[in-house]
């Protein structure tokens, strides 16, 4: 793909092009003011047409290079125009970050199967079918996929089966895309984001799929979505396999890969006694 866009911002990533799946909102939009602060330009992306124009005026009015594409990303042929709105708009396509997703707030007995399928494919699909559209000029560059997914996907957690199968998906996924594309150059990467404060308006499905506001965590656990995207860009920066974020990020790793069981005795304690914190 050869380069028609000339960037407007000096940085690391002057020139280069990056789409951000469901950036409108949240820890995407953040990862979009970043990484276009950096110099990229950014192609933004959500489903609700006038929460994506408020970012895209926001992050334009900081002098930032966006353009937005409505898209749901678990349609294939809206994935192939949102990579159409990158190649058109600046000729070249160089980052992937496939952030949208639907999560749950649900126990699996009480789920109704299609709002699994829901949650599933949004976590799954909706970091495929943007890849498959996006791969020939990825391909083209040597370019970066980054799939978030999350803390969650490291073991399993009460009331958020569909969630936890699909972002625990993306890393087998981007580990079998390593070895069978390891000539080309493309980094695939996965990061493992903990807990991060929310947007006041975001929301999660219940059992029957129903929006509801998601469950409350201690304000001292989270992360800031700014600090969030800061890891992220370094993630991209490095060209990193994994990253897990935060210390409690990485206990739950440690302690799920040497004492399993252990690890599993601590989560049904919590359920037992920070019930709130799952429902
Ligand atoms: N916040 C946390 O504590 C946390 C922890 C671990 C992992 N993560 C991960 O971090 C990422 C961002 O989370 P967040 O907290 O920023 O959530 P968020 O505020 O809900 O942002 C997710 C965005 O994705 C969009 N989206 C959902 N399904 C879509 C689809 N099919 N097509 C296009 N856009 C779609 C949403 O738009 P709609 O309004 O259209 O649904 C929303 O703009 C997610 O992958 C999440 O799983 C977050």
């Known amino acids: 793909m050869s380069g028609k866009y000339s960037a407007l911002r000096p940085g690391p990533l002057a020139g280069q092009v990056a789409i951000i799946t469901g950036s409108e909102s949240g820890i995407g939009r953040e990862t979009a003011r970043v990484l276009a602060g950096q110099g990229a330009a950014v192609v933004l992306n959500g489903r609700c047409p006038e929460r994506l124009a408020r970012t895209h005026e926001l992050l334009a009015a900081e002098g930032l290079t966006v353009v937005s594409c409505v898209a749901d990303v678990t349609d294939y042929a809206a994935c192939q125009r949102l990579v159409e709105a990158a190649i058109s708009s600046f000729g070249r396509l160089d980052i992937l970050v496939t952030n949208a997703s639907i999560s749950q707030r649900a126990y699996f007995l009480d789920m109704q199967p299609e709002v ?7 976590n799954v699909y909706g970091s495929v079918f943007p890849l498959k559209a996006a791969l020939p000029h990825l391909l083209a560059v040597r370019g970066s996929v980054t799939f978030i997914s999350s803390i969650s996907a490291l073991n399993g957690m009460p009331s958020g089966s569909a969630y936890c199968a699909g972002k625990a998906a993306l890393a087998n996924l981007a580990h079998t895309l390593r070895l069978e594309l390891a000539e080309s150059g493309v980094h695939f990467g996965v ?6 404060q929310n947007d006041p308006e975001k929301r999660v499905l219940d059992a029957s799929g129903q929006p509801v506001p998601i469950a409350h965590r201690p304000p001292r656990w989270q992360k800031t979505q700014a600090e969030v995207a800061t890891i992220i860009w370094q993630h991209i920066r490095r060209r990193r396999q994994r990253t897990v974020i935060s210390a409690l ?4 790793l ?3 890969t040497l ?5 599993d005795w601590v989560v049904l304690t919590s359920v037992r006694r920070l019930r709130k914190f799952y429902e």
């Open 116 to 122: 699994f399928r829901q949650v599933l494919d949004s």
């Open 191 to 196: 990061v493992h984001i903990g807990f991060t």
């Open 249 to 252: 990020g990485r206990l739950i």
């Open 254 to 256: 440690l302690v799920h």
């Open 259 to 263: 004492l399993p069981r252990l690890g």
